[in-house]
């Protein structure tokens, strides 16, 4: 079955780099129609996209955060890593990865990890 | 890329039906139909009920049902239940965007 659990800090200070790493098993990213995005959300606030990637390294990225944010896949090690650089106190929320089908089948997030909540304070 | 609008809350008594709708913009779902609809019980992580507009994932109840016209898309849940309480997020695809998620509704089931 397919699983993702996401893992990274749980405390950054003001400017500094967020790196999240989403590690997964069920599945290949070297599969063609897949790939893994990731989501965030503030505390009591609504879902918010951010980035992803795919089976051939075709990367999309929010266009409000394109500037801050990195996605990378190592598919031997079956991760995908998320830098955010320059955080602030507005990006406190729970990140998620989850999986992409984009097949003829289906073309939905539907598979989520648990999340990961990350604090920016000083 | 503006977040899709959804009521902030709707409430329905156990056995009714309630609709909850997603509106956005010719950019996204009027062009694709691929919006999809995600619930999410409170500390826990969304869950995919319906995708492609219509189409429900394997395992999710037939009372999930959606439905879309023109900029709107729509989540109806028939026969409430009391585990249906939870906030239900619809996503679309936006082509440039390329995703974009709606404000989130309240369910509550009185």
Not at chain 1, 79 to 96: E, G, I, K, R
Not at chain 2, 42 to 49: D, E, R
Request: glycine letters at 10%; aromatic letters at 10%.
């Amino acid at each position: 079955q397919i699983t993702l659990k996401e893992s990274g800090p749980t405390l950054v200070k003001p400017t500094q780099t967020l790196t999240l790493t989403c590690t997964f098993s069920g599945f290949s990213l070297s599969t063609s129609g897949v790939g893994v995005g990731w989501i965030r959300q503030p505390p009591g606030k609504a879902l918010e996209w951010l980035a992803l990637i795919y089976w051939d390294d075709d990367k999309r990225y929010s266009p409000s955060l394109k500037s801050r944010l990195t996605i990378t896949k190592d598919t031997s090690k079956n991760q995908v890593v998320l830098t955010m650089t320059n955080m602030d106190p507005v990006d406190t929320a729970t990140y998620y990865c989850a999986h992409h089908k984009s097949t003829v089948t289906m073309w939905a997030y539907d598979y989520w990890g648990q999340g990961t909540l990350v604090t920016v304070s000083s | 890329q503006s977040a899709l609008t959804q009521p902030a809350s709707v409430s329905g008594s156990p056995g009714q039906s309630i609709t909850i709708s997603c509106t956005g913009t010719s950019s996204d779902v009027g062009s694709y139909n691929l919006v999809s609809w995600y619930q999410q019980h409170p500390g826990k992580a969304p869950k995919l009920m319906i995708y492609e507009g219509s189409k429900r994932p394997s395992g999710v109840s037939n009372r999930f049902s959606g439905s879309k016209s023109g900029n709107t898309a729509s989540l109806t849940i028939s026969g409430l239940q009391a585990e249906d309480e939870a906030d239900y997020y619809c996503c679309s695809y936006a082509g440039s965007s390329p995703w974009v998620f709606g404000g989130g509704t309240k369910l509550t089931v009185l």
